[in-house]
């Protein structure tokens, strides 16, 4: 198993160190290297995502990701963007296929914004597509037009593009509680009428499985109100953003959020949702528990090792149980960590 490990910026150096110490621990036969990806690899390179990176990631069986991106390149040409080495990668790899599951430990209820009835038991499987959207769309720019700034993007998706991410929500549904929710915003977007008339056909593929539709807007509400009314829900690259943001809070903190970014054939980048956190970034406080799932989403995924994965799961459970908070999960009473003695409580675990 060849994992090229990139760290990244802010607090991604901190948390993939975990990851990587958890990972090890497995005794597996794991090689690993690292690689640069984002600001750091600005800084050294010149280019986010340089060709010794994409050599690397490309030979890799997965890649493990910490996060990208931070103030001190915001001015940067959008080129040299931090951004634009993570959805290079994405693109090169073909990872169309973003799986986020917000899921709530019972330890955590306390932790979620919402209402312990609320959430109990939440456990949504969010499926985001990512190599197209408005985030990819030709043209987009920033140009003078009638002496003024006109900034534009475009949104398009092809509907084999939407039918790929939609037949992985509902074979991931198959496989849970058989419910999969297409979120839209069909009543203005022509893009997202497409995104609807595919989804209606590709339900009728899997007749055993309930489709229903949302608008966005709606669903950032519902998501609030009553969040257990979701199984999977599936959608575009923009909406999905912004939603698996929302639906991280439900389950207590942004810092609990694995995801995984697949490929048609498995092949996959793991890494949290939650961005390089400069505001935290060296203080050793950051929650390394979402950098260290996503690597149990990728021995579950890409490696097909259900074992292992479980392993890390059953171990982070047994250190929230234990009562171990990083500060983003913090009650009174429990015990306060911080990134590395999180760590050290995992591999205890283990
Ligand atoms: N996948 C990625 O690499 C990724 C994802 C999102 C944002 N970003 C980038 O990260 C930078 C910062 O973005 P942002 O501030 O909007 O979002 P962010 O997710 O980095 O941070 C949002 C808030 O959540 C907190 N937070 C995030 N992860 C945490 C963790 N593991 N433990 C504890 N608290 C945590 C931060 O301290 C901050 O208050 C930007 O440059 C952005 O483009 C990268
Ligand atoms: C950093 C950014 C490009 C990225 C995205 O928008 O996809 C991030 O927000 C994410 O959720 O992984
Ligand atoms: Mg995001």
Not at 158 to 186: G, H, P, Q, W, Y
Not at 239 to 268: H, Q, R, V, W, Y
Not at 302 to 312: L, V
Request: charged share 25%; aromatic share 6%.
């Amino acid at each position: 198993m060849k994992i090229c490990v990139l760290p990244g910026d802010g607090i991604g150096p901190e948390i993939i160190a975990e990851a990587v110490r958890v990972l090890k621990a497995l005794d597996l036969k794991i090689e690993m290297e690292e690689a640069l990806l984002g600001g750091c690899a600005v800084d050294a390179t010149g280019s986010p995502y340089p060709d010794a990176t994409q050599k690397l990631a490309l030979a890799a069986d997965a890649v493990l990701l910490g996060a990208v991106g931070g103030p001190q390149w915001d001015n940067n040409p959008r080129e040299q963007r931090p951004e634009r080495g993570l959805l290079g990668i994405r693109k090169q790899l073909g990872l169309f296929a973003n799986l986020r599951p917000a899921i709530l430990y019972p330890e955590l209820a306390n932790a979620s914004t919402l209402k312990p009835e609320v959430v109990a038991g939440l456990d949504i499987l969010i499926v985001r597509e990512l190599t197209g959207d408005i985030y990819f769309g030709q043209p987009r720019g920033i140009e003078v037009r009638n002496g003024e700034r006109f900034g534009f993007n475009t949104m398009h998706y092809t509907e084999s593009e939407i039918r790929r991410i939609l037949r992985v929500a509902f074979e991931a549904a198959k496989k849970r509680n058989r419910k999969v929710c297409s979120v839209d915003k069909m009543n203005v977007l022509e893009c997202t009428q497409l995104w609807r008339d595919v989804a209606i056909e590709t339900g009728r593929e899997y007749p055993d499985v309930e489709l229903s539709h949302m608008l966005v807007d709606n669903a950032a509400m519902q998501l609030v109100k009553n969040p257990k009314q979701f199984d999977v829900m599936v959608t575009g690259n923009m909406f999905g953003d912004i939603l698996s943001d929302e639906a991280s809070m439900l389950t207590g903190s942004i810092g609990m959020l694995p995801s995984a970014s697949l490929d048609a054939n498995n092949k996959g980048l793991y890494e949290p949702s939650h961005g390089s956190a400069p505001d935290i970034a060296g203080k050793g406080v950051a929650n390394p528990l979402a950098t260290i799932l996503s690597a149990a989403m990728m021995l579950r995924y890409t490696f097909a090792n259900e074992d292992a994965a479980g392993r890390i799961e059953t171990a982070v459970k047994k250190v929230l149980a234990q009562g171990f908070r990083t500060g983003d999960i913090y009650e009174p009473g429990m015990k306060k960590v911080g990134t590395r003695a999180m760590g050290d409580a995992v591999l205890a675990a283990l």
